[in-house]
């Protein structure tokens, strides 16, 4: 039945393009169809409106990403949060882009209600790992900003109340996670307070600006300026402007270093220019852009552009969020330019036989049989975030 909805929805999405005066937007035809994919592939036809972690489903599949491997069921029958907030995320990214009532209609009575069976009654609520009808789970600071932040961008596209509402409320749960020790910052992990992670902190950022926009409350923009002033002091690397993973309780920085750490960093200087008109903020976001590109991406002379080297797809799309945010304030569309010529290329070469994506944007292997999730609705988010912004 869900293939069902799935598919209805693709078919109402593409009639709805071919209505326009405008010339079709690929960018926003790719990610319907992409979408279109994923809950052809990956939905539970159970009325839960939940998806499976990977295509084909394995029940042997292993999270990688947890805070302690052995506390996870085994053969889990859905998704972690984290994988299906992607679906969230995607989904708002096409409704930003353009108001369809099969989307929005589709995220209310679908996506959001799949969100609740991740809802967790613990004070103060949130969002756990995995779903209420198992032994409880882990909750992740992270994993609630994401959803936050999307929550938060519903409001500020919508004007409706029940989002912010529920944007505030997880931020209720994000602000529990934070103290004084290390000066600052929020753990990343709840039941394990063991470091404060850049993933934790930058996007903490981002939310917190965007609550400021919704609600102009200055205590948002106050505790955003003080929290990124932390995470840079903390956590960037000094010698390029990038950011590194996290720091532990001990005070050890791990220093590896992912694009969306430093894509958040982007997002949040650009946004604190944007409300604040402080050129500082500007200028470390333009610092951090220019070092993402020499290290995030590979020069290829026989492709003509900068290629984005292999990642989860999904830490791509959040740096992608960075650079479109720098984008609407110093309107330099390099960057643009070259996460674009990654994605068309992606559609062409990354694509297997499912209309499913692999990893490697250099075009030379199309991915691994078995899939995961939140790639998936990665890479639906950036053809949705590029269908937005007007070709230079």
Same mark, same amino acid.
């Given at each position: 039945m869900k293939k069902i909805v799935g598919a209805a929805l693709a078919l109402l999405w593409a009639s709805c393009l071919q209505g326009q005066k405008q010339p079709e937007n690929?960018?926003?035809? +790719?990610?319907?169809?992409?979408?279109?994919?994923?809950?052809?592939?990956y939905a539970v036809a159970d009325g839960k409106h939940l998806f499976r972690e990977t295509y084909p489903f394995d029940e042997q599949h292993s999270a990688?990403?947890?805070?302690?491997?052995?506390?996870?069921?085994?053969?889990?029958?859905?998704?972690?949060?984290?994988?299906?907030s992607g679906s969230l995320s995607a989904y708002v990214a096409l409704l930003e882009t353009q108001d369809n009532a099969a989307v929005k209609q589709h995220?209310?009575?679908?996506?959001?209600?799949?969100?609740?069976?991740?809802?967790?009654?613990?004070?103060?609520?949130?969002?756990?790992?995995?779903?209420?009808?198992?032994?409880?789970?882990? +909750?992740?600071?992270?994993?609630?900003?994401?959803?936050?932040?999307?929550?938060?961008?519903?409001?500020?596209?919508?004007?409706?109340?029940?989002y912010l509402n529920k944007a505030q409320e997880i931020w209720t749960f994000v602000q529990s996670g934070m103290d004084d020790k290390l000066g600052g910052g929020i753990y990343w992990c709840e039941q394990k307070k063991e470091s404060k992670n850049t993933c934790s902190n930058a996007p903490a950022v981002v939310y917190l600006l965007k609550l400021y926009e919704a609600t102009?409350?200055?205590?948002?923009? +106050?505790?955003?300026?003080?929290?990124?002033?932390?995470?840079?002091?903390?956590?960037?690397?000094?010698?390029?402007?990038?950011?590194?993973d996290n720091i532990s309780l001990a005070g050890k920085v791990q220093k590896a270093k992912y694009p969306y750490n430093t894509g958040q960093m982007i997002q949040a200087g650009a946004l604190l220019y944007k409300l604040t008109k402080d050129k500082q903020y500007l200028q470390d976001a333009q610092a951090s852009a220019k070092a993402g590109l020499?290290?995030?991406?590979?020069?290829?002379g026989a492709k003509g552009y900068p290629v984005l080297k292999k990642s989860d797809n999904w830490f791509i799309a959040i740096m992608l969020r960075g650079y479109l945010e720098l984008y609407q304030q110093d309107n330099d569309v390099q960057y643009v330019r070259a996460f674009q010529k990654n994605l068309d290329e992606a559609w062409i070469s990354m694509r297997d036989a499912n209309g499913l994506f692999g990893k490697d944007w250099s075009g030379k292997d199309r991915g691994a049989d078995k899939k995961w999730l939140l790639d998936q609705f990665?890479?639906?988010?950036?053809?949705?975030?590029?269908a937005g912004i007007k070709k230079s």
């Open positions: 690929v960018n926003y035809a +790719r990610a319907s169809e992409s979408l279109s994919h994923i809950e052809e592939q990688t990403y947890l805070a302690d491997n052995n506390n996870q069921p085994k053969a889990n029958a859905y998704s972690y949060l984290w994988p299906f995220i209310d009575q679908a996506v959001l209600p799949g969100l609740e069976n991740y809802y967790d009654k613990r004070s103060p609520v949130g969002y756990a790992s995995y779903v209420n009808s198992a032994p409880l789970s882990d +909750r992740f600071y992270d994993d609630n900003i994401w959803l936050g932040i999307d929550f938060a961008d519903l409001y500020l596209h919508t004007k409706e109340k029940a102009k409350s200055k205590a948002y923009l +106050r505790d955003a300026i003080s929290l990124y002033t932390w995470t840079k002091k903390n956590l960037q690397d000094p010698s390029d402007n990038l950011y590194w020499g290290y995030f991406f590979s020069p290829d990665a890479i639906a988010e950036m053809y949705a975030r590029l």
